[in-house]
């Protein structure tokens, strides 16, 4: 073969690599999962969303249990319930990105720190209670202002066996006055972020740590996480109710005790805000230009 020739042949390589490396390169699937009290028609215009910009990319648009009120279930009810459904499914055997709305953000994650499989690249949560709730909704306050008296003894029953073992979102009521009980009592929160030690404190950490990115979505006008700052993993700070840590000063952050800090030092975590109500995330169209879209395109 002649030097030409030799050229020749090298340059028609680098074509085909390049050629073959385009042509096959796709989207990772999409999962959606709904929030508390809703199904898999509320994240509907979520899906006609990816459906204008990505019309090729696979979706799937989680119905946890059939119904509004499997919604109310045990939290790890319902992340079997999600295992289940991922794991069925043969398009998401290379991995997917999750989108998920509310209550479905904790359930999400749990999955992604426990299991994994099929792996979870990218986690986007609007409007989650990463770090729990305390307090009642707006729209319920101003209606019924005698639950504000019912909140300062929540602790009473929103961390008994019943409340626990059966009601989901129990499971992140957080109570910055009885932080203490909220640690001993409450059985999922508190191991979803690693407040406690637990066999799989590593683990959760790990998977985390190995996410591409986490994005996650506070709305300026959100009327039903309390506090706001929950949805950046920042909250009450503990024996207050008007004071707030965030999360570059929580515990969480500065030792590191849920790979936050690895994510956001190597620039993975991304911190977004909304200006709609909850229950408008799902078809804002700013939400989804702004804060989703550019984190769709992980392609494998």
């Not at 479905?104 to 990463?130: D, S």
């Not at 602790?155 to 001993?184: C, E, N, T």
């Not at 950490?205 to 986490?214: E, P, Q, T, V, Y």
Request: contains cysteine.
């Amino acid at each position: 073969m002649s030097h030409k020739d030799h050229v020749n042949h090298l340059i028609f390589i680098v074509i085909a690599t390049i050629f073959s490396s385009t042509t096959h390169a796709k989207n990772l699937p999409i999962v959606l999962l709904h929030g508390i009290l809703a199904d898999k028609y509320s994240m509907v215009p979520t899906e006609k969303h990816i459906k204008q910009y990505m019309p090729d990319v696979y979706v799937k648009n989680i119905d946890l249990g059939g119904g509004k009120i499997t919604s109310l279930f045990n939290l790890y009810d319902q992340v079997d319930l999600l295992k289940n459904a991922l794991q069925s499914d043969e398009k998401l055997r290379d991995g997917c990105i999750f989108i998920a709305h509310s209550q479905g953000g904790v359930v999400a994650r749990y999955f992604i720190q426990k299991y994994n499989n099929p792996h979870v690249y990218v986690y986007i949560a609007w409007g989650t209670p990463e770090c729990g709730i305390y307090g009642a909704p707006d729209k319920i306050d101003k209606r019924f202002s005698w639950l504000n008296l019912i909140e300062r003894h929540s602790h009473r029953f929103a961390y008994s066996y019943i409340m626990q073992h059966w009601v989901s979102f129990a499971g992140y009521w957080k109570d910055p006055l009885h932080y203490r009980q909220y640690l001993d009592k409450n059985i999922f929160l508190p191991y979803l972020n690693n407040e406690i030690k637990h066999q799989d404190s590593e683990l959760f950490k790990r998977n985390i740590s190995n996410l591409a990115a986490m994005v996650l979505v506070q709305s300026t006008k959100d009327d039903v996480i309390y506090p706001q700052a929950s949805c950046h993993f920042g909250f009450y700070t503990i024996g207050s109710l008007k004071d707030i840590t965030s999360l570059y000063d929580s515990p969480l952050y500065q030792k590191d005790l849920l790979g936050l800090k690895t994510l956001a030092e190597t620039g993975r975590l991304h911190l977004k805000f909304a200006h709609c109500a909850h229950t408008e995330l799902q078809s804002d169209e700013y939400n989804f230009i702004e804060n989703t879209l550019p984190y769709l395109s992980y392609e494998i």
